[in-house]
C-alpha cells in the first residue's frame, strides 16, 4: 500500500495526529447515539457477582479477575438503559456468561477444536432443554436458560434458545479457523465474527421489555431482519477496534481490524481506520433503513429497534473504558 494511504485519516479532526487508537477511534468512528446508563447498574453489577459465586463459577482460575477486568453490568446498563432491575439482571448475568464461556472455549479451542465438543454438545443439549447439565458452566447455561423463560414469553425464549445456539455452534467455527496453518481470508473471517457475535440472543430480551410481542410481521419483516444483522455488526465490530492490540499479541485471528490488516497488509492504525470505515458504513445503513421503516412500525416494535440500537451504542462507550481493552489508550497511533 502507498504511504499516501497508510496516512489517511491517522489525524483527529484538528488535523493534529492522533496519539493512539482510542483517539483515532473516538474521532472517526461515527457515533449518532448518546451515552446512556441504567440506573440500576449497580444493583446489577451485585447481582451478577451474587449469581456467578452461587454457580460456582468465580471459584474457577482467573474468572474473578476477568469480571473485573470486563464489567459485563456496565455493558448490560450502557445497552439497556431503560428497563427494569430483572430485565437488566438477566441482560448482566448473560453477558457475563458468554465472557466466560467466549474465553474458555478460545482457550480449549487453541489446543485442538475437537476439545470442545463436549463443552459445546452440553450447551446445546441445555439450550434445546433435553440435558441435565454435569459441569459448572452448563449449570449457569440452564438457570439463565430459566430465568429467560421465567421473564419472557414462550416464543421470545425460543427465539433466544435458538439464536444462543448458534452462536454456540459459531465458537466451534471460530476454532477450527483458528487452527489452519493460514488464516482465514476477509469474507471467512467476517461470517465467523458475525456467528461468535453472541448479540442477537439479546434481542429477543429488548422484545420482552415491550409491552407486548411483535407481530409475526414485524418480526420477520426484511428490513427488520437486516437492521438485526446490521445491529450484530456493528455492535461486535466496534470493540474489534479496541480489542485489536490485545487479539494480535494473543495470536487472535477473528476480529474485524486484524482481518483488514491481513488483506491489506498494511500497519495496525491503517487497518483500524479501514475497518472504522466498514462500520460507519454499516451504521449509516442502520440509521436509513431505520428511518424508512419507522413509520410502520408499532411503539413496540419501535422499542425494539431501539435494544437493537442500544447495542451499538453500548458496545462503544463501554469498550472505551474498561479495562479489558486498556492496550488501545496506550499504542500509538502512527504506521512507522
Given at each position: 500500500?502507498?504511504?499516501?494511504?497508510?496516512?489517511?485519516?491517522?489525524?483527529?479532526?484538528?488535523?493534529?495526529?492522533?496519539?493512539?487508537?482510542?483517539?483515532?477511534?473516538?474521532?472517526?468512528?461515527?457515533?449518532?447515539?448518546?451515552?446512556?446508563?441504567?440506573?440500576?447498574?449497580?444493583?446489577?453489577?451485585?447481582g451478577v457477582d451474587t449469581w456467578l459465586r452461587t454457580c460456582g463459577l468465580t471459584d474457577e482460575l482467573g474468572v474473578e479477575a476477568m469480571i473485573a477486568f470486563t464489567r459485563p453490568a456496565e455493558l448490560a446498563s450502557c445497552i439497556s438503559p431503560t428497563v427494569e432491575l430483572d430485565l437488566l439482571q438477566i441482560v448482566a448475568n448473560q453477558i457475563a456468561y458468554q465472557f466466560i464461556f467466549d474465553d474458555r472455549a478460545e482457550e480449549i479451542g487453541r489446543r485442538s477444536p475437537a476439545l470442545l465438543l463436549p463443552m459445546l454438545s452440553?450447551?446445546?443439549?441445555?439450550?434445546?432443554?433435553?440435558?441435565?447439565?454435569?459441569?459448572?458452566?452448563?449449570?449457569?447455561?440452564?438457570?439463565?436458560?430459566?430465568?429467560?423463560?421465567?421473564?419472557?414469553?414462550?416464543?421470545?425464549?425460543?427465539?433466544?434458545?435458538?439464536?444462543?445456539?448458534?452462536?454456540?455452534?459459531?465458537?466451534?467455527?471460530?476454532?477450527?479457523?483458528?487452527?489452519?496453518?493460514?488464516?482465514?481470508?476477509?469474507?471467512?473471517?467476517?461470517?465467523?465474527?458475525?456467528?461468535?457475535?453472541?448479540?442477537?440472543?439479546?434481542?429477543?430480551?429488548?422484545?420482552?421489555?415491550?409491552?407486548?410481542?411483535?407481530?409475526?410481521?414485524?418480526?420477520?419483516?426484511?428490513?427488520?431482519?437486516?437492521?438485526?444483522?446490521?445491529?450484530?455488526?456493528?455492535?461486535?465490530?466496534?470493540?474489534?477496534?479496541?480489542?485489536?492490540?490485545?487479539?494480535?499479541?494473543?495470536?487472535?485471528?477473528?476480529?474485524?481490524?486484524?482481518?483488514?490488516?491481513?488483506?491489506?497488509?498494511?500497519?495496525?492504525?491503517?487497518?483500524?481506520?479501514?475497518?472504522?470505515?466498514?462500520?460507519?458504513?454499516?451504521?449509516?445503513?442502520?440509521?436509513?433503513?431505520?428511518?424508512?421503516?419507522?413509520?410502520?412500525?408499532?411503539?413496540?416494535?419501535?422499542?425494539?429497534?431501539?435494544?437493537?440500537?442500544?447495542?451499538?451504542?453500548?458496545?462503544?462507550?463501554?469498550?472505551?473504558?474498561?479495562?479489558?481493552?486498556?492496550?488501545?489508550?496506550?499504542?500509538?497511533?502512527?504506521?512507522?
Amino acid at each position: 500500500m502507498s504511504t499516501t494511504h497508510e496516512e489517511v485519516g491517522l489525524v483527529t479532526q484538528g488535523g493534529i495526529p492522533a496519539s493512539n487508537l482510542t483517539e483515532l477511534i473516538d474521532t472517526h468512528l461515527h457515533m449518532p447515539f448518546p451515552f446512556l446508563s441504567n440506573a440500576h447498574a449497580s444493583r446489577a453489577a451485585t447481582g451478577v457477582d451474587t449469581w456467578l459465586r452461587t454457580c460456582g463459577l468465580t471459584d474457577e482460575l482467573g474468572v474473578e479477575a476477568m469480571i473485573a477486568f470486563t464489567r459485563p453490568a456496565e455493558l448490560a446498563s450502557c445497552i439497556s438503559p431503560t428497563v427494569e432491575l430483572d430485565l437488566l439482571q438477566i441482560v448482566a448475568n448473560q453477558i457475563a456468561y458468554q465472557f466466560i464461556f467466549d474465553d474458555r472455549a478460545e482457550e480449549i479451542g487453541r489446543r485442538s477444536p475437537a476439545l470442545l465438543l463436549p463443552m459445546l454438545s452440553e450447551s446445546i443439549s441445555v439450550l434445546r432443554g433435553d440435558a441435565r447439565p454435569s459441569t459448572p458452566l452448563g449449570a449457569a447455561l440452564a438457570d439463565l436458560h430459566r430465568q429467560v423463560r421465567e421473564r419472557c414469553t414462550p416464543a421470545q425464549a425460543a427465539r433466544w434458545a435458538c439464536k444462543s445456539r448458534e452462536y454456540v455452534h459459531g465458537l466451534l467455527y471460530e476454532a477450527v479457523a483458528q487452527a489452519q496453518p493460514l488464516p482465514p481470508h476477509m469474507a471467512l473471517s467476517t461470517s465467523i465474527r458475525s456467528l461468535t457475535a453472541g448479540v442477537e440472543p439479546f434481542f429477543p430480551l429488548a422484545e420482552a421489555a415491550q409491552p407486548h410481542e411483535l407481530s409475526p410481521d414485524e418480526l420477520h419483516h426484511p428490513a427488520m431482519q437486516r437492521l438485526s444483522r446490521l445491529s450484530a455488526d456493528a455492535a461486535v465490530w466496534i470493540p474489534d477496534l479496541f480489542s485489536a492490540v490485545k487479539e494480535q499479541r494473543t495470536g487472535g485471528m477473528i476480529n474485524l481490524a486484524l482481518a483488514h490488516q491481513r488483506a491489506h497488509r498494511c500497519s495496525l492504525p491503517t487497518a483500524v481506520m479501514l475497518a472504522i470505515r466498514q462500520i460507519n458504513g454499516t451504521i449509516r445503513e442502520f440509521e436509513r433503513l431505520y428511518e424508512e421503516i419507522k413509520p410502520e412500525l408499532s411503539p413496540a416494535a419501535i422499542g425494539y429497534v431501539d435494544g437493537m440500537v442500544g447495542w451499538i451504542r453500548g458496545c462503544y462507550y463501554w469498550s472505551r473504558s474498561v479495562p479489558r481493552y486498556a492496550d488501545a489508550a496506550l499504542t500509538p497511533a502512527h504506521t512507522h
